[in-house]
């Protein structure tokens, strides 16, 4: 197993818990239907989960262990949704029966994990014939940004450092058709989308979540523990993180790969 570079941090959910089907998984929306049994691998904080349900007949919502689970549980329970139930899972090793699902998703998982041929393995044994195994996942080397600050080229380096040395991958997105077809897929439509912020409200919560998380999150310890970075070093970004943030013409682009992959 890895070690999961973001942690759990509030930054880190304010950050996650803006994700739904429309900004997330949109690429996936046109084969789901009522009557839909959804597999989603590495739920969070339940959000896509929950959004999921709303169209499907059943979901299924894993994560690595149970602090993670109660994330997705205590969304589910707040918008009083019951159709779905939540299991403890290693990608790698899943404890459910082969083809035991219509739809498997994982979005921002595979980047996270030790070894994604084996997981998407895994994802296409409990998937029925003919399902469709999906993936969504972000490619930092992608990341463009204006201004060009040397404070966020500094911190998309020092990222993927950490992710690397956790043993993730996370210029993930553009992996994604390799990982599918090592992983034995043979039918794989693979397409991208972005997520863009650019105005004055959407530059405030990005350049702010990335301004907390660099310095409050489970990176920053990581960072500093390893020795790849010093906390000024960090505080630093933090204040370049802001400057971007405050900037009139502030742009940023973050690309996404995409899989659908027929069982």
């Known amino acids: 197993m890895t070690v999961y570079t973001h942690g759990h941090h509030e930054s880190v959910l304010r950050s996650h818990s803006n994700r739904g089907i429309d900004n997330s998984a949109a690429y996936l929306r046109p084969f789901l239907s009522p009557d839909t049994r959804l597999l989603d691998v590495g739920a969070g904080p339940g959000t896509i ?3 999921f349900a709303e169209v499907v007949a059943h979901v299924t919502a894993t994560e690595i262990g149970d602090a993670e689970l109660a994330l997705s549980r205590t969304r589910a329970e707040e918008a009083g949704t019951k159709n779905i139930d939540f299991s403890i899972e290693d990608v790698h090793g899943l ?3 082969d083809g035991a699902f219509d739809v498997v998703h994982a979005h921002q998982v595979l980047q996270h994990v030790a070894d994604p041929v084996q ?4 994802m296409r044994r409990v998937t029925r014939p003919g399902g469709v195994v999906a993936a969504r996942d972000a490619d930092y080397a992608g990341f463009i940004w204006f201004p060009l600050l040397p404070e966020l080229d ?14 993730g991958e996370p210029d993930a997105g553009r992996r994604l058709l390799s ?29 702010g979540v990335w301004a907390d998380r660099i310095v409050g999150s489970a990176l920053a310890r990581q ?4 020795g790849m970075a ?17 900037a009139e013409d502030g742009w940023f682009l973050v690309p996404h790969g995409e899989i659908i992959a027929r069982a």
């Open 230 to 246: 010093e906390p000024a070093d960090l505080r630093r970004i933090s204040e370049g993180w802001r400057r971007w943030a405050d």
């Open 49 to 51: 989960t929950v959004e």
């Open 119 to 122: 997981a998407l393995r895994e």
């Open 179 to 207: 990982w599918a077809k090592a992983a034995g897929f043979e039918d794989v439509t693979a397409t991208a989308s972005t997520w863009c912020y650019a105005t004055p409200e959407e530059r405030a919560w990005w350049g």
């Open 95 to 97: 404890s459910f029966p």
């Open 154 to 167: 500094d911190w998309v380096r020092l990222y993927r450092d950490a992710a690397r040395a956790n043993g």
């Open 223 to 226: 960072l500093v523990d390893a």
